[in-house]
């Protein structure tokens, strides 16, 4: 807590100068790699319509249009990702993607890994704020045969503007922004970054802090007459970073720090009793580093150092202690690439420990090691075959070999896409070692395996229209779940028999300048269906059924000279009817924007209306999300 104390303030003083040298905010912000180009697809740059993968891009002129004050907020825009919120303004998410559970999405940070060794509940504490994202890849589908275990609905890929820019650095000087929100409930949202360039370094720095008082949410306390009748919804969270980008020879060194606190209340973040009354504390440090070969290398290379301690504090009611947990995890991971003629071979391998200090589930560690080979053929102008394969060893499932195969055969307006292979998750420590009175642990489970295909099309219409279909299917074996005991009225973590999941993505796409008024439309429908073993009934089990079997996204932005208009809308229909949560609702955000300068300094002034309808719903348990909200804010870029 004591280093954002000394950190925020400092970082808002600086900011708040006047700053000299030239105005390269445009420059400095700007996304440089073409949205045509993605590296998630296959770890190295490579033209989208070649990849044989689907994967939705969104960069930082995206982010900007949008309504969103968190990275969870962006990320329920994004086509076919499922974002289960608690609490809103992303105080606690989980991810989701094509029938997985939580434990089964990718997440990573400028290549690395930030996934929590402990449980997929904390995966969205991350220790950068928006602001330092300059651009969003998604990965849809498995891809551990890339990245290894637990890809197995798909990668989101953060990338940071001092990540991105590499070695292009045109347009030094330096730049700064602050930023501030206001609204309902006391809630506010304060932060600024720095950012200097110069010939052979970027150095940036940025930090935020957000909170709000909540809103009361009356409960039943079923006899106890000790607990409190009214939970509130408050929380407060503080993130900061740094980071440095620098020539090194003829290579680039990337080196960033980050650290992110919260403090929240929880009530049904993870239990349905009457007697929840939690709060949680979590706090996130991190850092990595990375050599980078230059851009233009015959043999282009990488090798990353990056390590992660999460702590997370947790009080059920104010009757029971407190439960504190202490994972950790140190990784290291290197690749190379090499093109001959029509053949692209990429190879890596990496190495790494995580572990747990648990209060209540004990001290556990574990080592893994993996390593891939991927091959990228382009056998005629329009065929392009990928094969990857990875063996990865863990002791808590042995040796695992991942293969997958993609093609893509573009026919100029369209590009047909097809392809699957075997994917592999390895259960986490809560999983394995939880021992509470609502969960139990089991440290026999095995790992998911499954066997995972798709196939696709691209199509790009006239008129700025572009669509993409996407069928898929699944077969898993020894899924993990928490089935209900009903004698003991716990959850106890289990392999199930053989689960399947099919479904179908949809996105229509169009962007277009109509005399002044220049126009970004967006919807996206995704079809999910889920079948478990069968052994029990659905409502036995925890998360395997509590995706949405319809779900709709879509987002529209206008601009016309200096007023921006952005909306997004989200309605979810689930495969079950939850006993909790909302089965189906709909929600609609709206921002507007009007951009001047005031002094010389590029200004942007907010006002943004989240939930418009105050439609009351929650997305886990009951965990109550915020009803509608209305925030005024403003931006200024020196």
């Not at 994004?78 to 919120?85: N, Q, R, Y």
């Not at 957000?210 to 407060?236: I, K, M, N, R």
């Not at 990488?302 to 947990?325: C, E, I, M, S």
């Not at 589930?361 to 075959?385: K, M």
């Amino acid at each position: 807590m004591s280093r954002f104390r000394l950190l925020v303030p400092s970082l808002l003083l600086l900011l708040t100068t006047p700053v000299q040298g030239q105005d390269t905010s445009d420059v400095a912000f700007r996304v440089q790699v073409s949205d045509s180009v993605v590296v998630t697809a296959s770890r190295v740059a490579s033209a989208a319509q070649e990849t044989g993968r689907r994967v939705s891009v969104y960069t930082q002129q995206d982010i900007q249009a949008l309504s969103v004050n968190s990275v969870d907020q962006l990320l329920n825009v994004a086509a076919g990702l499922d974002v289960k919120s608690r609490g809103g303004f992303g105080v606690q998410s989980d991810l989701t993607m094509r029938g997985s559970t939580f434990n089964g999405v990718l997440l990573l940070l400028d290549g690395a890994r930030i996934n929590d060794p402990y449980t997929g509940h904390f995966l969205m504490d991350l220790p950068v704020p928006l602001s330092e994202i300059a651009r969003v890849e998604v990965l849809h589908g498995s891809a551990t045969a890339l990245y290894g275990p637990d890809a197995l609905g798909g990668v989101v890929h953060l990338i940071t503007k001092t990540a991105l820019r590499g070695r292009e650095r045109a347009g030094q000087g330096t730049t700064a922004q602050v930023d501030g929100r206001y609204g309902k409930n006391d809630f506010y949202d304060v932060g600024g970054a720095v950012r200097t360039v110069s010939e052979r370094t970027t150095v940036s720095a940025a930090a935020a802090v957000q909170g709000s008082d909540g809103q009361d949410v009356s409960v039943d306390p079923e006899g106890t007459t000790d607990l409190s009748s009214a939970v509130q919804t408050d929380f407060e969270r503080r993130a900061a970073t740094a980071a440095v980008s620098r020539d090194v020879g003829a290579a680039t060194l990337y080196t960033r720090a980050g650290v992110d606190d919260r403090e929240f209340g929880a009530y049904h973040f993870y239990t349905d009793f009457a007697t929840d009354r939690a709060r949680e504390a979590t706090s996130t440090f991190w850092l990595q580093s990375r050599l980078t070969s230059p851009g233009d290398a015959q043999t282009p290379w990488q090798v990353q150092l990056f390590g992660k301690q999460h702590r997370d504090r947790y009080t059920y009611n104010p009757n029971v202690g407190a439960n504190t947990h202490v994972s950790r995890r140190l990784r290291v991971q290197g690749q190379g690439s090499h093109t001959w003629n029509r053949v692209r071979a990429t190879g890596g391998a990496s190495a790494g420990l995580r572990g747990v200090d648990s209060n209540r589930d004990g001290v556990h560690g574990d080592p893994s090691v993996g390593a891939f080979v991927s091959l990228r053929w382009r056998a005629t102008s329009r065929l392009t075959i990928n094969q990857s394969t990875r063996v990865d060893y863990d002791p808590t499932y042995g040796t695992e070999p991942t293969p997958q195969l993609y093609v893509a055969y573009n026919l100029g307006p369209a590009t047909l896409r097809a392809g699957g292979g075997r994917v592999v998750r390895a259960p986490n420590f809560l999983e394995r070692f939880i021992d509470s009175p609502s969960n139990q642990g089991n440290a026999d489970l095995a790992a998911e395996t499954a066997w995972s295909g798709e196939a696709g099309v691209d199509v790009r219409l006239p008129a700025n229209l572009s669509l993409s279909a996407t069928g898929f299917h699944r077969t898993t074996d020894s899924a993990i779940d928490y089935l209900r005991n009903e004698t003991e009225q716990v959850f106890e973590a289990q392999n199930l028999d053989r689960t399947t999941t099919t479904g179908l993505e949809t996105e229509l796409s169009f962007d277009r300048t109509l005399g002044a008024v220049g126009v970004h439309l967006d919807a996206a429908y995704t079809l999910l269906d889920a079948s478990l073993d069968g052994q029990k009934a659905p409502s036995a089990y925890k998360y395997g059924l509590d995706g949405a079997r319809h779900q709709i996204q879509s987002s529209a932005s206008l601009r016309a000279g200096a007023v921006t208009l952005g909306l997004q809308g989200l309605w979810k229909d689930r495969l079950r009817d939850a006993p909790l949560a909302t089965d189906r609702y709909g929600v609609v955000h709206g921002r507007l924007a009007y951009d001047t300068r005031l002094s010389g300094a590029r200004t942007t002034l907010s006002v943004e209306l989240r939930n418009a309808f105050d439609r009351q719903y929650s997305e886990v348990f009951d965990a109550p999300m915020p009803g509608r909200t209305l925030l005024v804010g403003a931006e200024v870029a020196l």
